[in-house]
Nanobody, 123 residues
């Protein structure tokens, strides 16, 4: 059974950092591109970053450029999202998702989703 589990969310002050992790199981991780998305209350889900099966990175959102980075460890079946210089507008539920593709081209087509982890940026 394919499963994605996010962890690492929480409350952080503006300007702080958090590292989210996505643990994958039940599928051949190497064949999948993994993306991070978020959804704030009252807003549509937003694609943030994607990492291909070979480690190529794609940024879907200008708002996180230079602040968020994505990495993956195929040996551990995990993908991390390092978030720095956090702002109150980064407050959202963060999701990781998987797409059977070697590419991150386009933010659609992600068919498997985790349950999400809450990130709150507030003083």
């Amino acid at each position: 059974q394919l499963q994605l589990v996010e962890s690492g969310g929480g409350l952080v002050q503006p300007g702080g950092s958090l590292r989210l992790s996505c643990a994958a199981s039940g599928f051949t991780f190497d064949y999948y591109a993994i993306g991070w998305f978020r959804q704030a209350p009252g807003k549509e889900r937003e694609g943030l970053l994607c990492i291909s099966s070979t480690g190529g990175r794609t940024n879907y959102a200008d708002s996180v450029q230079g602040r968020f980075t994505i990495s993956r460890d195929n040996a551990k079946n995990t993908v991390n999202l390092q978030m720095n210089s956090l702002k109150p507008e980064d407050t959202a539920v963060y999701y990781c998702a998987a797409r059977r593709s070697y590419s991150c081209l386009g933010s659609g087509g992600f068919t498997y989703w985790g349950q999400g982890t809450q990130v709150t940026v507030s003083s």
